[in-house]
Structures are given as structure tokens and as C-alpha cells.
């Protein structure tokens, strides 16, 4: 329970009724983590190791409704098949973690384009079946309180315009916000989950924005995705958006100096807004190209995050899977899998603030 007052905390919720109060400096911010396509599956053995490390993070463990390890959760019009994020909400609550769920991706005959196009957005002829499905999970999960509403912004590039059709996607974020609180008043409902585009050299870029500094310069489409958000939604719980410390155009800082871009992109963010800010994902390369990265970069991105005042970081993949990504236990498809990595402790640093 004091895994989710702190949580609650964190986001300006008011916690349950005899719920203990946590401590004042752990409900400023905290790291938790989203599972991705591999994630304590395989080898027994290894996943009773990754679940007994999991026991001692969080609590916040994130899982995207179909991709990333789930499956299509309603292959045909009102035909829905659970199974696979059943398994992914049991391990979550397995491990005592605070379950969230993404909302996305979205069935192909909701998007007209193949099952795992994970490019595609819903068609707006089927907005209303995507926030549908949206209240059948929450149904099918009542433990589940929190909701993100897509993933960057996936399938909304309006190539005409040359910038984001922040339109489409507030209608869509707004229809599931909406059905949402009517099926549940109280569920933690955020958006838009943009993702920043950063670049070292300013004159390089179509749409420099004022936000910039050592680090780069912000892409102005995006903030301006993140405004018509704020201005338009039908309401919103938290604020989420992701970024990397390297820019576009190759310019990676190095590991002390990883959070600066995501201390000053969260001040921006909190001046504009009294919505508790999650970074939904958050990567440190140190080299112009891969994702390889250290436990100090990781450290000062997380570092960068809360003195700028944003609430919540999300690890994504914890487990690794050959991809280079910072991961915090060893594939659990391995035999001795399922064991800590040097990234382990940063991760339960910031785990309660």
C-alpha cells in the first residue's frame, strides 16, 4: 500500500482512506518502468529471479494494450481475447506494482493497416470503437487506475501540414478521456504522449523553438502539439511526453551532463501547466549512434527530471533482449537469467523518490 500512496502522492491524488502517509520527500518523484516485448518469460528458474528483483522497484509498471508483449485484444468487432495482458497484469500485481496500462496500439481493422503496424492510428471512423475498447479494459482490469492514451503520437504526422495533426489526436484522446470518467470518474487518465525531437544546431532545423540550451534546441511542432493538447483536451490527470539526451543530428553529452535537456524540458513544462508531468520514456546514448548508455548518464537523467519538477519516470524494457537498451535484469529467456545489472541500483534510487 505505501508503494501507492506514493504514487497517488506523486500525481496530486488524494490516497485511500487508511492509506499510510509516505514520507514528504518520496512522493515528489519516482522511476517505475513499462514492459516491453520481452519481459520475465521463458526459463522458471530465470523468472522467479526477475520477479523477486521486481519485488524491490516500482511501483509503477506500465504495459501497452496490444504490442510490446501483448497480443490483439479484439481481433473482429466485439470479439476480445485477453489472455496475454491478463498474464501481463497478473505479473505486475504478482510483484506488488501499481499497474498502468497505454492505450495502444489499436486492432488493424480500427487502423486499415495490418494488426502490428504500430505507425498507424486509429481511423476516425473508428475513434468510437478505440474508446470502446478503452472502457472494456478498464472493465476487465477495475485494479487498473491509470491510463496513458497512445504512444508518441504514432500515426498522427500530417504530411500536408509538415507538423503533427494534434487535432486528430486530441479528438481521439478526448472520446476515451471522456468514456473513460463516465465508466470510472476516479481513473488517472493522461496524455499526449509526444515524443521531443531535439537538435544541437539550431540552424539546421525547419522549426526551432525558444526552448534550448547546451543541450539543443526543442522542435517547435512539438511543443505545439503539447499547447493544443493543454488548450483542447476534455481534461487530463497528468502530462506525459518522452525524449533522449542525444540530438537528432548526433550531439550526445556526456553521462553528467545526460539530464540537463530533461531538467530544462520539464521546467518548461510545469511552468505551462499544474499537471504533474510523466516522462514515459527517457533514453542517455553516449556514442552518435546505438543506444548504449551507463548507470551515471541514466542517473543524471533522472536526476534532470526531478530537480525540474516532473513526478514520474518510466524505464522502458527492464529486461534485456540484445538491443542495447539500459536494462536492469538479464533476459529471463536464458538459463541463470533474471539477474541484476549494474543498472538495478539506479533504478531503486529513484524508486520512491
Not at 497517488?8 to 488524494?14: C, D, F, M, S
Not at 481493422?109 to 495490418?114: E, I, P, Q, S, V
Not at 503496424?117 to 471512423?125: G, K, Q, S, V
Not at 516532473?310 to 533482449?321: F, Q, Y
Request: net charge negative.
Amino acid at each position: 500500500m505505501v508503494g501507492a500512496v506514493v504514487l497517488l502522492a506523486a500525481l496530486g491524488v488524494a490516497a485511500p482512506a487508511g492509506a499510510s502517509d509516505a514520507p514528504e520527500a518520496a512522493v515528489t518523484f519516482q522511476a517505475g518502468l513499462t514492459h516491453t516485448q520481452q519481459s520475465v518469460d521463458g526459463d522458471p528458474e530465470s523468472r522467479a529471479s526477475a520477479e523477486a528483483l521486481l519485488e524491490t522497484v516500482g511501483p509503477l509498471q506500465n504495459q501497452h494494450l496490444m504490442g510490446w508483449g501483448a497480443e490483439n485484444p479484439e481481433p473482429e468487432p466485439g470479439v476480445y481475447d485477453w489472455s496475454s495482458l491478463d498474464e501481463r497484469i497478473a505479473l505486475i500485481e504478482r510483484t506488488g506494482g501499481v499497474p498502468v496500462i497505454t492505450l495502444c496500439s489499436a486492432p488493424g481493422w480500427m487502423k486499415g493497416a495490418d494488426d502490428w503496424d504500430m505507425d498507424a492510428a486509429p481511423a476516425p471512423e473508428h475513434y468510437d470503437d478505440f474508446a470502446d475498447l478503452a472502457v472494456e479494459t478498464a472493465r476487465r482490469y477495475p485494479q487498473v487506475r491509470y491510463f496513458q492514451v497512445w504512444n508518441e503520437l504514432k500515426g498522427f504526422w500530417d504530411e500536408e501540414r509538415n507538423r503533427w495533426d494534434h487535432e486528430g489526436y486530441t479528438e481521439l484522446y478526448n472520446l476515451v478521456y471522456t468514456r473513460l470518467k463516465e465508466h470510472d470518474p476516479d481513473l488517472i487518465v493522461g496524455g499526449p504522449y509526444v515524443s521531443l525531437n531535439v537538435y544541437a544546431d539550431p540552424e539546421g532545423m525547419s522549426h526551432p523553438s525558444d526552448l534550448s540550451g547546451d543541450w539543443g534546441t526543442v522542435d517547435q511542432r512539438d511543443l505545439d502539439a503539447i499547447q493544443y493538447w493543454l488548450e483542447h483536451n476534455a481534461g487530463a490527470d497528468f502530462l506525459a511526453v518522452d525524449g533522449w539526451s542525444r540530438t537528432r543530428d548526433g550531439h550526445h553529452p556526456p553521462a553528467e551532463r545526460a539530464g540537463d535537456m530533461f531538467r530544462a524540458v520539464s521546467e518548461w513544462l510545469v511552468d505551462r501547466s499544474e499537471l504533474p508531468v510523466w516522462w514515459s520514456e527517457f533514453y542517455a546514448p553516449l556514442a552518435p549512434d546505438g543506444y548504449e548508455s551507463s548507470p551515471a548518464a541514466i542517473r543524471s537523467v533522472l536526476e534532470g527530471m526531478r530537480d525540474g519538477g516532473a513526478s514520474v519516470a518510466l524505464w522502458w524494457g527492464p529486461e534485456c533482449d540484445g538491443s542495447g537498451f539500459p536494462c536492469v535484469w538479464t533476459s529471463t529467456r536464458e538459463t541463470g537469467g533474471g539477474r541484476p545489472t549494474d543498472y538495478l541500483p539506479v533504478l531503486q534510487e529513484f524508486a520512491a523518490g
